[in-house]
């Protein structure tokens, strides 16, 4: 599969990223592994 | 419902309608009147939270959970990351072209066919389930209340049509500012009152404890088995997927997020969504599971179908139907012991009684459920309806019983609102579509923005009438909820397979695209209409995405090699 990251999507992609947005995608993520976590407990002590 | 609660739905509702066609009574720009204008992140996250959010939503997925416990939140679990990666590619690439349509975005990057191919998807898929979103909770509420069917989804149909019509997709963002605040306090008033009355019998723990015993807090599941129906695996993979099509793809979900000042908004829009869908769904299967656990404590009809039907069924056979009720009786009996001694085990903190009193309370579960399945299953019998659902009853249920005065008229609210959001971003989407699309890129082109302005309000009337008549004239609910699910997943994959490979596979051009895009929906429509093969419609997304960028990428070799 040929991806050309001097594309304009790869372009407008670069345009818009800062390490502020980094920061919160990994934490919306992060969000979502402690979720998992915590239902999976839920899952093992009440089930 | 008493008159206090009638007063707190309709001033709730006609507050809600009223808003949106004042605030936006002097708009008169197209651009505002189709995409909405400069709205903050706040506004836009609550508008894709209230346009995803059906009344079903709050109707059936409360039922669910008393039914089969927690399972279903996994199918979110994959839905934050696809945000991140729409808030990463999509969303730059969409703003930088200034799209209205999304599938605009098809023509700049293969051809006006494949833009025409991606709107013509839509307008099929989402027309079909416009009118449902007003039918479905219609029929539920209008069987429970009482009330006059026709009456109910055209009322419910007008006053969306008008705000609407009015204000366009800025509108549709105003209220739905209103109606999520109407919906999540609703929702929390009504999860304080279960948490409220179970703790009268035992403590919050102890009825979580109760729950699991009875297999209800089963939220997280592990293993790799592709039967079943929610694993973590499915849900991030499916859930991935889905959400990529849905938030991604159509223009129902985009023109929310579309409607932002800037890039950043409509991220913030996006990030506030990954981080609160989950546990709002999460918050709203555990309420469905608390009542299921007030009911353990309560003593709940044998059925929750609406009493026109069993009314019906008792009076074919009314001994049959009088025994089979006093099973569920005794064996509701039964378990309130079985509750005493379990509770009475887990404070007294005797590992050997806990166990022994839990599979008490897990057998006399079993009958307590067996006994309602014989009672559906002779109502079902009876009355000829055999694709009742039940669950779809359940919360309604414990609203209409257990809540007191005025705030049954919220919760109605908390509906209603539900039904108008998501119905509201529908016509929206299908009039830009119609007018952008269609009506200015192929049939009236270069008149003013007055003119467009004009026909995006009738196309809204349109599709609005359109909706209210499928509504009125559909029946067996059921079923149609399922074509609606089925439909989606036939058209979706085609679509994403299309904006994958625009967004991420420089060398596929139009002819291919296109040519794989019509390959892969006939082979999907032939494979699903014949039943070749047997599969869950949900694959058909996942297949038709796959057969979408496989094929283009060989149609493409094989154009390269003769041009060669």
């Keep these: 599969m040929e991806t050309d990251s001097n594309n304009e999507v790869m372009a407008s992609v670069k345009a818009e990223s800062s390490s502020g947005w980094t920061r919160l995608y990994v934490i919306v993520g992060f969000a979502l592994v402690l979720q998992i976590a915590f239902y999976a407990w839920m899952t093992n002590t009440f089930a | ?73 996994q199918n979110y679990f994959g839905m ?44 099929i898929q989402r027309g079909f389930s416009a009118g449902i979103t007003i039918y ?128 950043r908004d409509s991220r913030l829009g996006l990030m506030f969504n990954a981080l609160l869908k989950v546990p709002m769904q999460f918050m709203i299967l555990l309420l469905g599971v608390l009542v299921f656990v007030f009911y353990q ?47 009475n085990a887990l404070r007294t903190g005797d590992a050997g009684l806990e166990e022994t009193s839990k599979t008490q309370v897990q057998t006399a579960g079993q009958a307590i459920k067996d006994s309602r399945a014989d009672l559906k299953e002779y109502i079902a019998e009876v009355s000829g309806k055999e694709s009742m659902k039940e669950t779809d009853y359940v919360f309604i249920h414990f609203v209409l019983n257990e809540l007191p005065v005025g705030l049954i008229g919220l919760l109605i609210a908390v509906i209603l609102s539900a039904a108008m959001s998501s119905t509201a971003s529908e016509l929206s989407a299908l009039a830009t579509i119609s007018t952008v699309d269609f009506y200015k890129n192929h049939f009236v082109k270069d008149r003013s923005d007055r003119h467009y302005m004009k026909a995006s309000r009738l196309f809204t009337a349109l599709w609005g009438g359109l909706a209210i008549l499928f509504a009125l004239f559909a029946s067996m609910v059921e079923s149609l909820i399922e074509a609606v699910n089925i439909v989606g997943s036939l058209f979706y994959g085609t679509v994403l397979g299309l904006f994958l490979a625009a967004f991420f596979i420089k060398r596929i051009g139009a002819h291919s695209a296109f040519t794989a895009a019509l390959i892969a929906q006939i082979t999907v429509l032939v494979v699903y209409l014949t039943d070749i093969i047997e599969i869950g419609y949900l694959w058909y997304n996942l297949i038709a995405c796959f057969l979408v960028i496989v094929l283009s990428l060989i149609l493409q070799e094989i154009i390269g090699r003769k041009r060669a």
Excluded: C
Excluded at chain 2, 89 to 115: A, N
Excluded at chain 2, 174 to 194: K, P
């Design chain 2, 80 to 123: 934050p990351l696809a945000l991140i990666l729409i808030a990463v590619v999509f969303v730059p690439m969409y703003y930088k072209l200034e799209l209205v349509s999304v599938y605009e975005f098809l023509e700049h990057r293969f051809d006006s066919k494949t833009r025409t191919l991606g709107s013509v998807i839509f307008l």
């Design chain 2, 297 to 343: 404590w309560e003593k709940p009809p044998a059925t929750f179908l609406p009493s026109p039907i069993t009314q019906a069924a008792m009076d074919k056979d009314t001994e049959a139907y009088q025994n089979l009720e006093d099973a569920f009786t005794t064996n509701f009996e039964i378990q309130q012991t079985a509750l005493g001694n379990y509770v």
């Design chain 2, 136 to 263: 479905a909770p219609s029929i539920i509420l209008t069987s429970v209340l009482g009330w006059d069917m026709n009456t109910t989804v055209i009322a419910v149909g007008l006053a969306v049509i008008g705000y609407t019509v009015t204000g366009g997709s800025h509108a549709v963002s105003l209220t739905h500012r209103y109606q999520m605040t109407v919906i999540l306090s609703g929702m929390a008033i009504a999860f304080g009152i279960v948490v409220y009355k179970i703790s009268s019998h035992a403590n919050f723990v102890e009825n979580l404890s109760i729950a699991g015993a009875l297999g209800h807090l089963n939220v997280v599941d592990l293993s790799f088995d592709i039967d079943k129906r929610y694993t973590l695996w499915s849900g991030l993979l499916g859930g991935f997927f889905l959400s990529l099509s849905y938030f991604g793809t159509d223009q129902s979900q985009a023109q929310r997020y579309m409607s932002g000042h800037s890039v």
């Design chain 2, 1 to 73: 419902m008493s008159t206090v609660d009638i007063a707190v739905l309709s001033s709730t509702l006609i507050a809600i309608v009223f808003f949106g066609v004042w605030k936006t009574r002097n708009d008169r720009k197209l651009d505002e009147f189709l995409k909405g204008s400069s709205n903050h992140w706040g506004t836009i996250g609550l508008s894709v939270m209230a346009t995803q959010a059906s009344a079903i939503t709050f109707l059936s997925t409360p039922g669910l959970a008393y039914d089969s416990g927690m399972a279903f939140v």
